[in-house]
């Protein structure tokens, strides 16, 4: 034998499966027969995943959602990376803060590694509050003061939230003006206030 040849003779991820590799043998006459072979192609190897942290805010609706490539930060593979799958891409009012998410990246070739990102969901939405009109009464007779009553504003949200004030319906009022106010504060430290005056005159 002066020689043997194969063809093809090299591979790339292309090839991965079943290849049909035929060899040519020559001999020192110039004589020459061939037969074939099955060559399978394996990608064993792992993509090296990178991962990168993401900042999101939580909408009016107090939803946030991301794509898990967002989490992506420069993965690579010796042939094709196929997905990124993020263990948690949607966010609600709940999750506010830091969260731990895990990104699981998958090759052509079915095989996977994962590295792990902080996702901070941020609310930035200011909560909002309405207050009654002023209120005008008259002292009781025989007294300088009188109990004034209104509908307690709610107030509204994305999220949870907290609402206080410097007086409550019912409360004594003075004869003169005193401003009555409502503060609203939600779970991120986001708040507003609005305010009102009670006005109680000496009318005897």
Not at 56 to 65: F, K, M, Q, T
Not at 92 to 121: F, H, K, P, R, Y
Request: proline content about 3%; aromatic content about 6%.
């Amino acid at each position: 034998i002066a020689g043997l040849t194969f063809s093809p003779s090299t591979f790339t991820c292309a090839d991965v499966g079943a290849n049909t590799v035929t060899l040519t043998v020559n001999d020192v006459n110039g004589n020459s027969s061939t037969c074939t072979a099955t060559v399978t192609v394996v990608d064993n190897l792992e993509p090296v995943a990178v991962c990168q942290d993401l900042t999101v805010y939580l909408d009016g609706s107090g939803s946030a959602s991301i794509n898990s490539a967002d989490l992506d930060g420069g993965s690579t593979d010796n042939c094709s990376i196929a997905s990124f799958v993020a263990s948690d891409t949607t966010y609600d009012c709940s999750e506010t803060g830091a969260n731990t998410i895990t990104l699981t990246v998958t090759d052509v070739n079915g095989n996977s590694s994962t590295c792990t990102s902080t996702v901070m969901v941020l609310d930035t939405i200011t909560p909002s509050i309405t207050c009654p009109a002023d209120i005008s009464v008259s002292a009781i007779t025989d007294n300088c003061f009188n109990t004034v009553s209104w509908t307690a504003p709610t107030g509204s949200d994305n999220c949870s939230f907290n609402v206080t004030s410097t007086h409550n319906p019912g409360d004594l009022f003075p004869v003169g003006v005193t401003q009555v106010t409502y503060y609203i504060e939600d779970a991120s430290g986001n708040e507003d206030s609005c305010s009102f005056n009670v006005t109680v005159t000496d009318d005897q």
